[in-house]
């Protein structure tokens, strides 16, 4: 049943791991943005890493949720697996190639957060 009032949406775990990982998300792609000069990159990479992880361990947390309550989704998982590959691996080929992937990627997050609102 979908959540009526805010209190009720933001006592669900699972939206607040979704929406703790959109959150790091918009905070990974701006680190990622704000280190494109080279003599930045050594100082904000090793963050930009950490918020990197931080989004795969709370969007595990959002599908460990789902799993939980029976609602699994093969979209959501699909979404899982393109943050764990293609993101990672887009930044060998070119770092804005690398930064479009990861704003698609914020785009699928919500676009699965939306999805299970309903």
């Known amino acids: 049943m979908p959540p009526t009032t805010l209190e009720d949406l933001f006592s669900s775990p699972g939206f607040l791991a979704i ?4 959150l790091l998300t918009i905070a990974n792609i701006a680190v990622g943005v704000s280190i494109l000069p080279r003599d930045q990159r050594e100082k904000g990479y090793r963050i930009h ?15 460990f949720h789902l799993h939980q ?7 959501a998982n699909i979404i899982f697996g393109y ?20 704003s698609v990627g914020l785009v699928l997050i919500t676009v699965v957060a939306v999805l299970n609102l309903i």
């Open 69 to 75: 309550i029976a609602r699994t989704s093969i979209f």
């Open 83 to 102: 943050l764990l590959l293609a993101v990672p691996f887009s930044r060998r080929f070119n770092v804005t190639l690398h930064a479009v992937v990861a």
């Open 49 to 63: 890493r950490l918020l990197f992880g931080a989004v795969i361990i709370s969007y595990a947390m959002f599908l």
């Open 19 to 22: 929406f703790f990982a959109v």
